[in-house]
């Protein structure tokens, strides 16, 4: 009971929340909305819990969605994804040089805390991988968890600050039979559940997005979800977000705030130049770009860019290249990065 009661007092904070985002007619309100609000309630010390099985049915809601805005016109653009993803790997390892720069001559953080704490998105894969060396898990998960907070809290206010936002969600092209979305509902699902047992990263959503994308392309279905089920999915994502922050003092955060906000304005300045680099030499739409390009979860950039407007599948690709791409260098790069570190100072004291 007392969970159930503390998992109705967060999702009523989200959806408060996010009403009054949209109420002032903010993008991504119900994201971003849910998110400040259950931060508060965290921070102040109050329960929040999201169960698991919640956050499973909106990430199939949202996967489900994204994969009916797929047509054979997304894919035909997709020729330039090469270009622009090459400018993101080029945008990983910028990121990462500058805000380990800045942690550890700066900020004083050491050496291998900066670098894993500097690492744009993975969360769960990085403080695993962190687990394992001398760095201080708690810098590293505040700064990740910091960076995630600001980026989608922020990123659409600043977007649309420029005039660079798409406009949202479009409405559903037209009304489906109860029938229609049931089968499009338990195939996306199968594919989701399927998606995660063999641990794909971002498996839910993009499992989900992938058996819509499949009925969708191949013109199996024609079926959209109503609307009105993404309002209470974007709640749950902004909440599954705000949890993250259960514990964190604010004698905590006094500690590592202004380290993990440099880092992230670092991260931020030279991954939107690169997403410029990559506007230029594609053409593409620049704030689909500096979105697809945030360092940010895989899960939550994905949704937030398709709370925005822009093309799901490209979000999607581009934040599972980054994410893949992390997921295999990272360890490869540690190792021998800190032994080499090591050995030299091993040299020096002799």
Excluded at 117 to 143: E, I, Y
Excluded at 328 to 345: N, S
Aim: net charge neutral; glycine share 10%.
């Amino acid at each position: 009971m007392r969970s159930a009661a503390s998992a109705a007092v967060t999702l009523g904070a989200g959806a408060l929340g996010g009403g009054a985002f949209a109420l002032l007619g903010l993008p991504a309100a119900w994201i971003s909305g849910s998110l400040v609000a259950c931060i508060g309630l965290a921070l102040a010390g109050v329960r929040i819990v999201l169960p698991e099985w919640l956050r499973f049915l909106a990430f199939v809601v949202l996967g489900t969605s994204m994969g009916t805005m797929l047509t054979p016109e997304t894919f035909a653009r997709a020729a330039t994804w090469p270009v622009s993803m090459a400018c993101l790997g080029a945008s990983v390892l910028g990121t990462m040089a500058g805000a380990t720069l800045f942690l550890t001559r700066i900020a004083g953080w050491s050496r291998e805390t900066a670098f894993w704490a500097s690492a744009p998105g993975a969360f769960g894969t990085v403080v695993a991988m962190a687990a394992d060396t001398s760095a201080d898990l708690r810098q590293v998960a505040f700064a990740q968890t910091l960076r995630l907070f600001l980026l989608v809290a922020a990123l659409p206010n600043v977007l649309a600050a420029l005039g660079l936002t798409a406009g949202g969600v479009p409405p559903p092209p037209h009304i489906s039979t109860l029938g229609e979305i049931v089968v499009l509902i338990v195939v996306c699902t199968g594919a989701a559940l399927l998606a995660a047992r063999l641990k794909l990263p971002g498996g839910l959503i993009l499992g989900a997005l992938a058996g819509s994308a499949v009925l969708h392309a191949t013109s199996l279905s024609t079926a959209v979800l109503p609307s009105g089920l993404l309002i209470p999915a974007f709640v749950v994502l902004g909440a599954s977000v705000g949890v993250r922050f259960i514990g964190t003092s604010l004698t905590t955060i006094r500690a590592y705030v202004l380290a993990s906000l440099g880092a992230f304005l670092v991260a931020v300045a030279i991954s939107t130049l690169f997403a410029v680099l990559a506007a230029w030499l594609t053409g593409d739409d620049l704030g689909k770009l500096v979105t697809a390009f945030a360092p940010g979860a895989l899960e939550a950039m994905t949704a937030l860019g398709f709370a925005m407007g822009y093309d799901p599948a490209f979000m999607s690709a581009h934040h599972l290249f980054r994410f893949a791409g992390l997921s295999v260098a990272l360890p490869v790069a540690a190792r021998p990065m800190f032994a080499a570190a090591e050995e030299a100072g091993r040299d020096h004291t002799q």
